[in-house]
């Protein structure tokens, strides 16, 4: 067995229903054994409708609509999160709930604390999905599974595209459980992990970055320095500020 074909550490279970907590209990990214094979499936299958090519050409259109009345744009704040995510509810047959989703996944793992903000998105979010169901929190999981990495994947192959170095993997690692202790497995070389608990996401995933790129031909850097989110597991930008030109201004 390869270190990612390990279980998951496992989450508590008795959790008051429709809370963060409730949402890692109930979701395949947490789950093990039985439970997550249901629950993947019931992921599989929400997306296996989408199509990646309908989610591209939206994600460009959205994209291009929002930057076409700005001058400077932060591509993490503005775009990277909110139009994958809104993209993909809508292709879920939800409303663009992505100010909901966003405060979600910043709560979503298991060594956060969730803030109330991100309680009462979460209850927003499961009354728009019909209530505290399996089905509904695999629904919502797709949304939250897509925010960061999402965000990760554009803001890193816009940084790369607009300097010249190579585009860094969102996702650097994962955790599991291996002879009784939780330990940090690499996903060095592999972006989209491996084996049964492989993103499910990852050619939606693709193709909702490649347009929002797509509508950020002809953007450059902005003299502000992008910043990095610092957490061991992840390398993306926190902020990337671009605006329109190829080039830099002259320096006079
Ligand atoms: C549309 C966007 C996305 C969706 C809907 C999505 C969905 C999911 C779901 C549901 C899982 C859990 C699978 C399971 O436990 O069986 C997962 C796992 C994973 N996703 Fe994604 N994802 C998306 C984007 C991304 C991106 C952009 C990356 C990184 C480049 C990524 C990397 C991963 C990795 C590494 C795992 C496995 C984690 C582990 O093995 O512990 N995903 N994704």
């Known amino acids: 067995m390869t270190s990612l074909s390990a279980p998951v550490p496992p989450v508590p279970h008795d959790v008051p229903r429709g809370s963060i907590a409730w949402l890692r ?11 997550h094979v249901r629950r993947r499936a019931l992921a599989v299958d929400l997306l296996a409708p989408v199509d990646p090519d309908s989610l591209r050409e939206k994600a460009f259109r959205r994209t291009h609509r929002i930057v076409s009345g700005l001058d400077v744009v932060d591509v993490m704040v503005e775009l990277a999160r909110p139009v994958p995510v809104g993209v993909l509810a809508e292709a879920l047959g939800l409303p663009d709930v992505s100010a909901d989703v966003v405060p979600v996944a910043a709560a979503y793992h298991p060594h956060v604390e969730p803030d109330p903000a991100a309680e009462a998105a979460l209850t927003r979010l499961i009354a728009v999905c019909g209530g505290p169901t399996e089905l509904a929190a695999a629904r919502i999981g797709l949304l939250v599974q897509a925010c960061d990495a999402t965000a990760g994947l554009i803001g890193n192959e816009l940084f790369a595209a607009l300097t010249g170095k190579p585009a860094g993997q969102p996702v650097l690692a994962t955790r599991r459980r291996i002879d009784g202790e939780d ?70």
């Open 25 to 35: 209990a109930s979701v395949a990214r947490f789950s093990n054994g039985p439970d």
């Open 183 to 252: 330990v940090t497995v690499s996903l060095a070389g592999t972006p989209f992990g491996a084996g049964p608990r492989a993103c499910p996401g990852s050619r939606h995933a693709r193709a909702l970055a490649a347009g929002v790129l797509e509508a950020l031909h002809g953007f450059r850097l902005t003299e502000t320095e992008p910043s990095w989110v610092s957490s061991p597991n992840l390398r993306m930008p926190s902020v990337l500020p671009v605006t329109r030109g190829r080039t830099a201004p002259a320096v006079c």
